[in-house]
């Protein structure tokens, strides 16, 4: 069974994926002066690998995003990489984020 939980603290977070109740991954970011968040990390384990779990790291932050009305300056590649091809989620990239 898999479970996404969110961690977050004044100045970063976390999503962490759990898979039969062992952390398998997790997406970083720092909240920055503007409140936008820096998603500058991206990490499934190595046990986890073949499962394909960036993608639900992914879809907790941009649910995330949309829920509280916040924007991501991405730096992580996959997270880069994710918003390229999902151009339809260009209104949550920050207003000072170049592609």
């Known amino acids: 069974m898999m479970e996404i939980k969110h961690i977050q603290d004044n100045e970063k977070g976390r999503f962490t994926v759990n ?3 062992n952390e ?11 409140g936008s968040l820096k998603a500058n990390g991206t990490l499934v384990y190595d046990d986890y690998r073949e ?9 907790a932050l941009v649910d995330y995003l949309k829920s509280e009305n ?10 880069v990489s994710m918003f390229k091809k ?8 920050d207003n000072d984020y170049k592609n």
């Not at 398998?24 to 503007?34: H, V």
């Not at 499962?51 to 879809?59: A, E, M, T």
């Not at 999902?86 to 990239?93: F, G, K, M, N, R």
């Open 51 to 59: 499962q394909k779990l960036g993608r639900p790291l992914f879809d």
């Open 86 to 93: 999902h151009t339809e989620l260009s209104d949550l990239l």
């Open 19 to 21: 898979v039969d109740g």
């Open 24 to 34: 398998a991954g997790y997406l970083k970011y720092d909240i920055m002066p503007n």
């Open 70 to 79: 916040k924007k991501v300056f991405p730096t992580c590649p996959y997270v």
